[in-house]
């Protein structure tokens, strides 16, 4: 089984829009010198949201991480010392508007189509209707299938834990294209809201990958 980390990012208030990607890389330079994280992380990408003129896509957040691993524990720092947690911490609030535990989501993986990683996905965060429990929304996700045909990659993450109070949700979508143009053209009409989920609470991106590891040919 597959084991993933995604999380939902907001910059902190004082670094720049523009600045953001770097910033935002140099937090993963920092935590490359805890090699026993690094060690345990299968892939990693950091994808940056494409600020475009299309309905339905959120301006309220930066960006979103996710991270592959064989093992729960290999991704959720639970080896850390105090001091190194410490560490951590500091620098998460350098880089985010509030540190990572409060919008990272740690999931098993369905995956619908295989296939490479792209340059470009759309992530939908997925809050359920109210009227639903959790597993009536699982359900209802599993027999919910539509894929566009430029998809590379189309994955659902399970949250293995409850929503998140400040990040809601109970599913993710992650659709993987080769571009930012087919990604684009995938969403043109609006991200249309499952029936299943509620349409105020859902968060749709586009974004494009600003940091990867490891590199191309490692």
């Excluded at 670094?15 to 140099?26: A, F, I, L, M």
Aim: glycine letters at 6%; proline letters at 7%; aromatic letters at 12%.
């Amino acid at each position: 089984m597959t084991y993933k980390l995604v999380y939902l990012a907001r910059r902190a208030a004082d670094v720049r829009r523009e600045d953001w990607p770097r910033t935002w890389k140099s937090h993963a330079v920092f935590a490359s010198q805890f090699p026993a994280l690094e060690a345990k992380i299968d892939w990693m990408r950091y994808c940056n949201r494409a600020d475009l003129a299309l309905p339905d896509l959120s301006q309220a957040h930066d960006g979103v991480a996710v991270a592959a691993g064989e093992t729960l524990e290999g991704l959720n720092g639970a080896s850390f010392d105090e001091a190194d947690r410490a560490r951590i911490d500091a620098d998460e609030l350098r880089v985010f508007d509030m540190l990572t535990p409060n919008f990272t989501y740690y999931c098993k993986e369905d995956v619908l189509r295989d296939g490479p990683l792209g340059e470009a996905a759309v992530w939908r965060f997925l809050k359920r209707r109210a009227d639903l429990s959790r597993e009536e929304f699982a359900a209802a996700w599993d027999a919910h299938r539509p894929t566009p045909p430029t998809a590379t990659r189309y994955v659902r993450n399970h949250p293995l834990h409850d929503q998140l109070p400040l990040f809601p949700f109970d599913g993710i979508g992650e659709c993987w294209f080769a571009s930012l143009d087919d990604a684009a053209a995938s969403v043109a009409g609006g991200a249309r809201t499952p029936p299943f989920a509620d349409p105020a609470g859902c968060v749709t991106l586009i974004t494009t990958v600003c940091h990867r590891w490891p590199k191309p040919g490692i």
